[in-house]
């Protein structure tokens, strides 16, 4: 069966919606032993349920990532049953805001999450997936190489995304570790549909069609969509890409002007 990941134990951040979710469902598909670590492990209910209604394993974890200790103490406990053969650090956070109106604990807080959280998982898994390779995605986004309007601490954390990716997926090569790196595009998540009734209350639809029509392709992409990319970088039949940026947006980074 192509994109088998029997016997495989993925770890996965932020699996309890979204994006995350979708590549938790995704790879438990597939075979794999899922472990999800969220901020509060009643986030990924929805997640585990779905993944016991097919019959796969899943298991969860309360854990900050930006918390290095609370990150290892999750890891001991998923390597005690297995060593990590994926990781997926999808967990991240956004702001909106130019430098000027980024204040310091802005920076602070989309650091912790998005640049931090992703050191601390990679740093305490690293050792296992050592033992006999593995994979390393790690969800950066198309504002890692392309400038966006009013995202410029989101951008700085995510470009730092991108450059670890590079220098992990080159530093173990010769221990059969293969990091490659997602940047999606605008993604329907929960979190869209969130931003826009908060800052556009009573032009919900209009601005979700604004929103969908900034991709060439004239929708929003849908978080099986990259799901589907994850898993099959996480398999045997991407054993020949390492070092890579995937960009999954509809054209954004490379049709807009044209």
């Given at each position: 069966?192509?994109?088998?990941?029997?016997?495989?134990?993925?770890?996965?951040?932020?699996?309890?919606?979204?994006i995350g979710q979708a590549i938790c469902i995704?790879?438990?598909?597939?075979?794999?032993?899922?472990?999800?670590?969220?901020?509060?492990?009643?986030?990924?209910?929805?997640?585990?349920?779905?993944?016991?209604?097919?019959?796969?394993?899943?298991?969860?974890?309360?854990?900050?990532?930006?918390?290095?200790?609370?990150?290892?103490?999750?890891?001991?406990?998923?390597?005690?049953?297995?060593?990590?053969?994926?990781?997926?650090?999808?967990?991240?956070?956004?702001?909106?805001?130019?430098?000027?109106?980024?204040?310091?604990?802005?920076l602070d807080r989309l650091y912790e999450v998005?640049?931090?959280?992703?050191?601390?998982?990679?740093?305490?898994?690293?050792?296992?997936?050592?033992?006999?390779?593995?994979?390393?995605?790690?969800?950066?986004?198309?504002?890692?190489?392309?400038?966006?309007?009013?995202?410029?601490?989101?951008?700085?954390?995510?470009?730092?995304?991108?450059?670890?990716?590079?220098?992990?997926?080159?530093?173990?090569?010769?221990?059969?570790?293969?990091?490659?790196?997602?940047?999606?595009?605008?993604?329907?998540?929960?979190?869209?549909?969130?931003?826009?009734?908060?800052?556009?209350?009573?032009?919900?639809?209009?601005?979700?069609?604004?929103?969908?029509?900034?991709?060439?392709?004239?929708?929003?992409?849908k978080p099986e969509e990259i799901a589907n990319?994850?898993?099959?970088?996480?398999?045997?039949?991407?054993?020949?890409?390492?070092?890579?940026?995937?960009?999954?947006?509809?054209?954004?980074?490379?049709?807009?002007?044209?």
């Open positions: 069966m192509k994109f088998s990941l029997k016997h495989k134990n993925a770890v996965v951040t932020g699996g309890g919606s979204g995704a790879l438990a598909e597939q075979g794999a032993n899922v472990h999800i670590l969220e901020l509060h492990s009643s986030n990924a209910i929805e997640t585990v349920q779905s993944i016991e209604k097919i019959g796969g394993k899943v298991n969860v974890y309360s854990c900050n990532v930006a918390k290095g200790e609370e990150v290892r103490k999750a890891f001991e406990s998923i390597i005690a049953n297995g060593k990590v053969d994926i990781l997926v650090n999808n967990a991240g956070i956004a702001h909106i805001g130019n430098l000027e109106n980024t204040s310091v604990e802005d998005n640049i931090k959280g992703v050191y601390n998982c990679m740093q305490a898994g690293i050792s296992s997936l050592k033992e006999k390779g593995g994979v390393i995605i790690n969800m950066a986004s198309i504002a890692s190489s392309v400038g966006i309007n009013d995202r410029f601490a989101y951008s700085m954390t995510k470009g730092a995304v991108l450059t670890m990716t590079y220098s992990v997926a080159k530093d173990y090569l010769d221990y059969g570790i293969r990091c490659n790196c997602i940047s999606p595009g605008r993604v329907h998540t929960p979190f869209v549909d969130g931003f826009i009734k908060k800052n556009y209350p009573g032009k919900e639809e209009e601005m979700f069609e604004k929103l969908s029509k900034t991709q060439p392709i004239g929708r929003m992409g990319m994850a898993l099959y970088l996480c398999s045997d039949e991407a054993s020949f890409i390492t070092g890579t940026n995937f960009s999954i947006d509809g054209g954004f980074t490379t049709l807009n002007g044209s």
